[in-house]
């Protein structure tokens, strides 16, 4: 497979080909997402193009095919439909996303009555809360700029933390609200909405960088906070009490009043998602996973934040993977070419590197078979008693993205890393030393006291999350090269794939 | 300047955390309390027979175990304090007392748990969910949140009274103790203080770190003793400036900094008086415990709180200390890997340079600062364009009549 990239840049030479039926397959796929960019450039064609030449961001967006083809590399039959399923799901939605953007932007089109309908997020607050204000609509803030930008394309992040070092905030701060920060001190955002919920998710960078944003949107801002200390019932009166203070503001600002029963339709929504998601993870406990890699965190943390209930069309897109998946497992399917270990991701993946599980199965046979990302919240809502929603929304945010390992004390990361690799009956641990992240290197010696009393496979891979400069993605590979090479002694499953160098690739 | 007759004596109780008077308090019978930020009321951990310890490390050398643990990339003071913990130095705590308000103090705190660092079958390890922002019920959060966390606990554990009577009581020595740094800190507003920044230094840090009934008598005479000093007629500094930024338990920083040129006139720093050395006053027909936990909300200075009118808080009381005080300039400065710190040492030294037109200088230190020449000549150099400035302004003054 290796044989296929071009020098330096991993660009493809050719489509791979996976035999007749998942060729067309995947190259229709290929087309129908240059269909849905075509399509939200030309419901807003002035403006798309003038927000392609105001934010440097957006041009990376131009590259989202080779993003998902990254992703669905060595894949076939269930696995590659699966995989594509989700990520057009979220191409149609970020697509969706861009052109509302672009549209109540102020800097592209002055004075706009679509912005003063628009309530900025941190993108971070999971959006089942704003579904009960069916009139208005929510742009998480850093999404688009940053955070997805990011994963399409490597090259986009350094810039905007170029700027955010020389202005004085040090380098070893977590790259993710640094960059966030680099493009506010850019003028890099959209210029929207009537007001902006801030919050102190994920971690104290994030928290800090909301003083760069609340500078420079000069909007109403409320600061939305959601206890540390999860574990505990004495922080869940406070919790939801800030989910009300938060319902609120927005009413203040808006002059719209909450809608329960749309509320109560989206989590109901999120509740039937939440079953199927479920299925999927109970199929990857057994001996015949059908979904393994990055897609499994990527469509999971996507629809768990941006979508909330909101969007019906992830449930017709998950109805459909589940009827796949099913098949497929029925079948005994195997997920992919060879799957030598089974292995749990822990701690925050690389954003400049999403497609890394990919190459694990494809170098190592090495199938990522659950991560710490997808096991976020997995409460389900009460739909009828308002109170009791609010107490099982309060406590699905105190769980959220980043947020429900790394806060609330060491046992929500190591203890519960231990409960999945025996529940998934896992040899391997892939620990990004994510080398930013305070709370997670706050515990490194006890990862490794603890994986050596487990006797697991336990493997290193150090990166900076959205820097790509300090530790490349071919840096990423060779971590676990050496592993398997010297410790495992294993022979790569394609030794094309081993060394290879994607430095300037997107 | 005479030298202040204590100054010896409360310089030799900052060597060891378990000092003279700490392990003079054990003796009798005290409750050992440690903890290690201003979100934790200092002065419900002395009540009835307990007495706060705020956690140091003095004297740290290798951080090679800490380092094992807690990687690189953590600041200095929480790796100090675990490395501290692993030595045994912190053996005669009978709890500690931490908040989850620093990711990195939180996982230093955690390996008391994780290592069972303390040799104590009663020992206790408790954290307290901390508020962001002040309103009601965040303010209510919080009582619930100490009262759970700290004043049940102590008396659960060690059958401590906490009563409202005996939390007047704690308050009430706690108020002296403020009182008399007040007045010591005032000589500092003087056009030439008799107080040095080092000295005031070392007394605020002996107050944080030992049992107050035990401090309090050298404390008392050390503000008489102030009342008549003279300082010297030839000021030795050449500016004046506040020094506001991260966790600074380090008086060598503040004396590299004296010995730089600048005399610090106002400590705005955690572990610093400003907050932390201001009487509580308590409304007897109010609530007590919520008199104090809002005391701690609303004079807190930490860059945690984010909501915009405690950010502009910030700033403004910066303003208003380099006005009160007659400072030249502020100079911010970061425990290295302080994420708090590092951005908003960034965005406030530029704030305050722009919007409130005050000298700034920005600088981040590791853990012991005392050997740092790098920062000697950051000081020099802030120290120097303060003389400039000072010139400059005096020539504009002159030609503009």
């Known amino acids: 497979m290796g044989k296929l990239y071009k020098e330096h840049t991993a660009l493809l030479k050719h489509r791979e080909w996976r035999g007749f039926k998942d060729t067309m397959y995947d190259y229709y796929r290929w087309l129908v997402t240059w269909k849905d960019m075509i399509v939200m450039v030309l419901k807003a064609p002035v403006s798309t193009v003038k927000g392609l030449w105001k934010y440097r961001w957006m041009a990376s967006y131009l590259t989202t095919p080779s993003f998902i083809d990254r992703h669905t590399m060595g894949l076939r039959g269930a696995h590659l439909r699966i995989v594509h399923l989700h990520f057009n799901m979220i191409v149609k939605h970020a697509t969706g996303l861009i052109n509302t953007s672009f549209k109540a932007d102020e800097k592209i089109n002055p004075n706009n009555k679509l912005s003063k309908k628009i309530v900025l997020t941190d993108e971070i607050i999971p959006n089942e809360v704003f579904s009960g204000f069916p009139n208005l609509k929510v742009i998480p803030l850093q999404t688009l700029p940053i955070f997805l930008s990011s994963m399409v394309d490597q090259q986009i992040t350094p810039p905007y933390l170029e700027v955010t070092e020389s202005f004085g905030v040090p380098a070893d701060v977590c790259p993710l609200p640094s960059a966030e920060a680099g493009v506010a001190i850019e003028d890099d955002y959209p210029q929207m909405g009537c007001c902006m919920i801030a919050t102190n998710m994920p971690c104290d960078g994030s928290i800090m960088n909301s003083t760069f944003l609340d500078r420079r949107l000069n909007l109403p801002v409320h600061c939305f906070n959601v206890p540390l200390r999860y574990n505990g019932e004495d922080v869940q009166e406070y919790a939801v009490d800030e989910i009300k203070e938060l319902i609120k503001f927005v009413e203040e600002q808006t002059g719209e009043k909450f809608d329960w029963d749309v509320f109560f339709g989206a989590l109901r929504n999120t509740n039937k998602q939440l079953e199927y998601e479920i299925e999927k993870w109970d199929i990857n406990k057994t001996p015949y996973p059908q979904m393994t890699g990055a897609a499994f965190w990527l469509y999971r943390i996507y629809y768990f934040n941006l979508s909330g209930g909101v969007d019906e069309r992830f449930l017709k897109v998950d109805k459909k993977v589940n009827k796949l998946m099913l098949k497929a497992y029925e079948k005994k399917a195997p997920v992919s070419k060879e799957m030598r270990h089974r292995a749990v991701v822990w701690s925050c993946p690389a954003n400049y590197y999403t497609s890394f599980a990919n190459w694990l199965e494809n170098c190592w046979g090495m199938n990522v078979v659950m991560d710490m990302e997808t096991m976020i919240s997995y409460l389900k809502f009460n739909t009828e008693d308002k109170e009791q929603a609010l107490a099982d929304l309060a406590k699905t945010y105190q769980r959220s993205i980043m947020r429900k390992h790394t806060k609330g004390g060491y046992k929500n990361v190591v203890d519960e890393l231990w409960r999945i690799v025996e529940e998934y009956n896992a040899d391997t641990v892939i620990m990004y030393d994510q080398i930013s992240c305070k709370g997670m290197d706050g515990l490194a010696g006890i990862f490794d006291d603890q994986a050596r009393e487990r006797n697991v496979n336990f493997i290193w891979v150090k990166q900076d999350l959205m820097d790509p400069r300090t530790i490349s993605r071919r840096d990423m590979r060779e971590q676990v090269n050496k592993y398997m090479q010297t410790v495992l002694q294993e022979e790569p499953l394609d030794p094309s794939l081993v060394d290879f160098e994607d430095d300037l690739a997107w | ?401």
């Open chain 2, 1 to 401: 300047m005479r030298d202040l007759k204590h100054l010896y004596e409360f310089e030799n109780l900052l060597q060891d955390a378990n000092n003279e008077l700490v392990r003079k308090a054990k003796a009798d019978g005290g409750i050992a309390l440690g903890y290690t930020c201003y979100h934790i009321p200092e002065v419900l951990l002395n009540c009835g027979n307990c007495f706060s310890v705020r956690l140091r490390a003095p004297r740290t050398g290798s951080m090679d175990i800490a380092t094992y643990y807690m990687s690189n990339f953590l600041c200095g003071y929480s790796k100090a304090i675990l490395e501290r913990a692993i030595e045994g130095g912190y053996n005669f705590l009978n709890a500690l007392l931490a908040s989850e308000t620093c990711s990195e103090m939180n996982r230093a705190a955690e390996h008391f748990e994780l290592l069972d660092l303390v040799p104590n079958d009663k020992f206790f390890l408790t954290f307290l969910d901390a508020p962001f922002k002040i309103e009601n019920h965040t303010v209510k959060h919080y009582v619930k949140q100490t009262r759970l966390k700290i004043l049940d606990m102590l008396t659960n554990v060690y059958g401590v009274d906490t009563s409202d009577a005996a939390l007047l009581k704690a308050v009430e020595e706690h108020n002296e103790v403020c009182r008399l740094m007040t007045e010591i800190g005032n000589y500092r507003k003087e056009d030439n203080p008799r107080i040095t920044g080092y000295e005031y230094h070392i007394l605020n840090l002996v107050t944080y770190c030992c049992p107050k009934a035990l401090i309090l008598p050298a404390l008392r005479e050390t503000a008489e003793e102030l009342k008549t000093r003279e300082p010297d007629e030839k000021k030795k500094y050449r500016a004046k400036i506040v020094v506001v930024g991260s966790e600074m338990d380090d008086p060598d920083f503040t004396s590299l900094i004296e010995d730089s040129g600048a005399l610090v006139v106002a400590d705005r720093f955690c572990f610093g008086a400003l907050p932390g050395r201001q009487e509580i006053v308590i409304n007897p027909d109010e609530d007590v415990l919520t008199q104090i936990c809002l005391h701690y909300l609303k004079t807190s200075q930490c860059p945690r709180f984010m909501s915009h009118a405690k950010v502009q808080e910030r700033r403004d009381y910066v303003k208003q200390l380099v006005d009160e005080y007659h400072a030249d300039g502020v100079m911010y400065e970061q425990l290295k890997f302080c994420e708090y710190w590092g951005y908003e040492r960034a965005l406030a030294s530029y704030v305050m340079s722009t919007d409130y037109g005050v000298p700034t200088a920005a600088v981040d230190r590791q853990y012991t600062a005392s050997a740092s020449g790098q920062l000697r000549t950051r000081v020099q150099a802030f120290v120097e364009s303060l003389e400039i400035k000072k010139i400059q302004k005096e020539r504009q003054a002159k030609e503009n009549g």
